[in-house]
């Protein structure tokens, strides 16, 4: 969970979604680092790139819109 990934903007737009994701639904090759640093929670939030790409998985909802925001990203919301 503490991966660099690339998060500057692309010519696909601005617009990233922020989705709640369970840590029992992530891949077997990181959920056990997800538990470890997820401070308990069972629920992580994944932001994504209009294409589907995944930027970020972060353990609190607050925290992803802020990342998003800090990388003049704009968040939606995915239900």
Do not use: C, W
């Amino acid at each position: 969970m503490n991966h660099k990934l690339p998060f500057g903007q692309s010519e696909i737009g601005n617009i990233v979604y922020v989705k709640a994701v369970a840590i029992d639904d992530l891949p077997d090759s990181i959920q056990d680092e997800a538990r470890e640093q997820a401070d308990g929670a069972d629920t992580l939030y994944a932001v994504h790139r209009e294409d589907g790409e995944q930027l970020a998985l972060v353990v609190d909802r607050d925290l992803a819109y802020a990342l998003a925001r800090q990388n003049d990203f704009s968040p939606v919301s995915i239900h």
